[in-house]
């Protein structure tokens, strides 16, 4: 559960990431976003990035929870560049849907 949590997290870091930058935001929204907006979307993913490798540490514990999240994060990080690559438009749903799903799932699962 905390894995796919961790998942969730860095996959909508980096897909934010990518949405704040000027040729992958043109990708996605099919306009540049202001700059204002590129630079709350650029902060925004790397806090979400930094918040996965919570889960990962609680699940896992300091030594195997940081080499799950290193594991995490190549995994999130090949998704979101095959999407930027092959269907760059769905990314902007399918990162808070998974993020969301997952949080969803976390929540339920603790009662």
């Known amino acids: 559960m905390m894995d796919f949590l961790a998942f969730a997290l860095a996959f909508a870091g ?3 990431i990518a949405m704040g930058m000027e040729g992958h ?3 996605v929204f099919g306009r540049v976003p202001e ?3 590129r630079r709350l979307l650029k902060l925004a993913g790397w806090v ?3 918040l996965s490798l919570v889960p ?3 699940a896992r514990g ?3 929870g940081t080499v799950l999240w290193l594991s995490l994060l190549t995994a999130a990080g090949f998704i979101v560049g095959l999407m930027l690559s092959y269907r760059p438009r769905p990314l902007r749903v399918v990162g808070p849907a998974l993020l969301a799903l997952a949080v969803a799932v976390w929540a339920l699962a603790g009662r």
């Open 25 to 27: 935001g043109r990708q």
């Open 56 to 58: 990962a540490l609680a």
């Open 62 to 64: 300091p030594s195997i």
């Open 14 to 16: 980096f897909s934010t």
């Open 35 to 37: 700059e204002g907006r």
């Open 48 to 50: 979400l990035l930094l």
